[in-house]
């Protein structure tokens, strides 16, 4: 796994574009994330910037622009976030996020079924 690179929110809204599609330049970035976030050019270009500075992108010089591709991998970055999350709210453990989901009817019939199929597939 990658080193642990902490990014906010905003900055995964990013990310997902670029672990969607690279490289990509700052306009196509902008492009995509202006149709979905209220946010301006400057907003997008400043959590480029800080994603840069992080490492959890790269900027390579084509001509007179830059390409944008992602350091940071987005399995890595799940298992981060959700180990800590599990780690903050459940002790570390899965059952108990699993039956708060249960007891507040978060689960549909496919997450159920998925569910069983992975704990089937972990049984010998």
């Known amino acids: 796994m990658e080193e642990n690179i902490a ?9 997902k574009v670029l672990w969607g599609r690279h490289p990509l330049t700052a306009e196509e970035i902008v492009a995509e994330l202006l149709g979905r976030q209220d946010w301006q050019e400057s907003t997008i270009k400043t959590l480029l910037s800080r994603l840069l500075k992080k490492g959890a992108i790269r900027a390579e010089q084509e001509g007179r622009r830059y390409l944008y591709a992602p350091v940071l991998q987005q399995e890595d970055w799940q298992l981060s976030e959700s180990t800590g999350m599990l780690a903050r709210l459940f002790d570390g453990r899965v059952a108990p996020l699993v039956a708060h989901f249960s007891k507040h009817r978060k689960l549909s019939k496919k ?7 992975l704990i089937d597939e972990m049984e010998p």
């Open 7 to 15: 990014i906010s929110e905003a900055e995964s809204v990013v990310m």
């Open 111 to 117: 997450d159920i079924a998925e569910l069983k199929r």
